[in-house]
């Protein structure tokens, strides 16, 4: 793919964003990269953090970057975001591209409560209906007035998630979403970031601090450490040596990218709750040998 400008159909030229929904609905020829990448390198002082980084997001596509602590991962985003200019490279953004962005951290003064709709409307006013419609696409519409400070892990990140959408983005950047959401609520969690790619026709580039788990919609996984490790389907980087290298001989053979679904539905918190039609399909399980070579699910 190219690092070029979009150029949209006529239909589409008197908006001066682009929309998910505009996406979804041009044809693929009429476009192509979202954000494109190439050739990037980031230094910070004398320190390499990053070096000839090449990736490009596309409507309707999601790409999962993975990679261990200090790889790199959080920097890339934030180029990404336009929020910092690599030292090396190029990068090429659709002309009106909206970005929705869910950061990896949100810290709020515990001694200063503040509302989640106060949040949906910052930076920027947001009327409540706007504010109420959003929370209610990713089910926290009930939600509204609580105190951010009460909410749980995965209550919080449907806010944030919410708060992203407001924007009508084409490309959404999801920093580790599923930071402190439990194991049992990620997978929830991700099913929610495939329907609203569904619906809104956005691609979708997220950050997973997890090395052998990604959703199941996932197009492509990027496997970064300072550099592009190796980049495929997720079953692909798993067979991969410099993705097996990251773990070491022994942990190459007990975990691998793997597509997680499940047969069951969680609550905002995590809990589990059996599905509406009583019905379900076969769970996707990682399995871990110990030393005894006995299998154990993780």
């Not at 200019?85 to 962005?101: F, I, M, N």
């Not at 991700?190 to 809104?200: C, P, S, V």
């Not at 300072?226 to 773990?247: D, I, K, N, R």
């Not at 059996?274 to 005894?292: A, N, Q, R, W, Y």
Request: net charge neutral; glycine share 10%.
């Amino acid at each position: 793919m190219h690092a070029r400008d979009i150029t949209l159909p006529d239909r589409y030229t008197r908006r001066r964003r682009i929309s998910g929904e505009a996406l979804l609905s041009a044809r693929k020829s009429d476009f192509h990269d979202l954000v494109a990448l190439r050739g990037v390198g980031m230094r910070f002082r004398d320190r390499r953090v990053l070096h000839d980084i090449s990736l490009s997001v596309r409507p309707g596509e999601i790409l999962t970057l993975i990679g261990p602590n200090g790889a790199g991962k959080t920097t890339l985003a934030r180029i990404v975001l336009g929020l910092l200019k690599p030292t090396q490279g190029s990068v090429r953004r659709a002309e009106g591209l909206t970005v929705g962005y869910v950061p990896q951290r949100l810290s709020i003064d515990p001694v200063l409560p503040m509302s989640v709709a106060r949040l949906m409307s910052l930076p920027r006013p947001v009327a409540q209906e706007a504010a109420r419609r959003s929370l209610a696409e990713v089910g926290a519409e009930h939600l509204l007035d609580r105190e951010v400070q009460t909410l749980s892990g995965g209550e919080t990140q449907r806010v944030l998630l919410a708060r992203a959408l407001i924007r009508e983005p084409a490309l959404l950047v999801l920093d580790e979403p599923t930071q402190n959401v439990d194991y049992a609520g990620q997978a929830d969690l991700y099913e929610l970031i495939r329907r609203i790619r569904d619906r809104h026709g956005c691609g979708v580039m997220l950050v997973s601090h997890d090395l052998h788990v990604v959703m199941a919609a996932t197009d492509s996984v990027l496997c970064l450490n300072g550099h592009v490790c190796c980049a495929g389907t997720p079953e692909a980087v798993s067979e991969h040596p410099e993705y097996q290298a990251l773990f070491g001989a022994q942990g190459s053979r007990s975990v691998a990218v793997y597509r997680h679904d499940h047969a069951h539905a969680h609550t905002l918190s995590g809990e589990v709750a059996p599905l509406e039609d009583g019905c379900g399909h076969d769970h996707g399980h990682m399995h871990e040998h110990g030393p005894d070579g006995g299998r154990g699910d993780a």
